[in-house]
């Protein structure tokens, strides 16, 4: 799933005319759901040491939802995959971020389903075929056979 710095709709952030840097987004409060450290290095590799979520982040939380509705009623920027965040608008940083995120899903039969997982799956709560073979391939480290959608033997 695609990543971005995002932000609300008409921020002085956007309306500068020049390239935006990383040093242009840290002058906002920048929110972010607890980070991998593969994602903390790689942040580090492409924007430098200012760029480490440890030190740069100044909201932090496991709700993705909350942090959307922060950037989205103030000038924070969120950094969180597009999908999260309809109506907020990607931050054309620079260097270009061409960061992905990689999720592991768990679901509990005989449950409801957590309203953010519509943004994943196609509206209902449930996840789409093509996403829960991916889950089962992350999880298990068994590839799929895509064209029969079998489990295949052969482990790597």
């Known amino acids: 799933m695609k990543a971005s710095f995002l932000c609300r709709q008409g921020p002085p952030l956007l309306q500068t005319g020049k390239r935006i840097g990383i040093a242009d ?7 972010s ?6 994602v903390a290095r ?14 740069c982040v ?6 993705t939802q909350n942090l959307v ?18 109506g907020l608008e990607r931050v ?11 999720f592991g899903l768990v679901t509990l039969a005989r449950r409801a389903q957590i309203p953010s997982m519509a943004f994943v799956g196609g509206g209902d709560g449930h996840l789409p075929p093509r996403l829960m ?14 064209k029969s959608q079998s489990r295949s033997t052969h482990r790597s």
């Open 58 to 63: 100044t909201l932090r939380s496991d709700e």
């Open 42 to 55: 790689v942040l580090t590799e492409r924007y430098g040491p200012e760029a480490n979520p440890d030190d």
């Open 92 to 102: 054309n940083v620079h260097p270009v971020n061409n960061a992905t995120a990689r």
């Open 133 to 146: 073979l991916n889950v089962f391939e992350a999880a298990t480290g068994c590839p799929i056979d895509r």
């Open 33 to 38: 759901t607890p980070l991998s450290d593969e």
């Open 69 to 86: 509705a922060v950037a989205r009623n103030t000038d924070a920027v969120v950094l969180t995959i597009n999908a999260a965040a309809p």
């Open 25 to 31: 987004i840290l002058k906002y409060p920048l929110a």
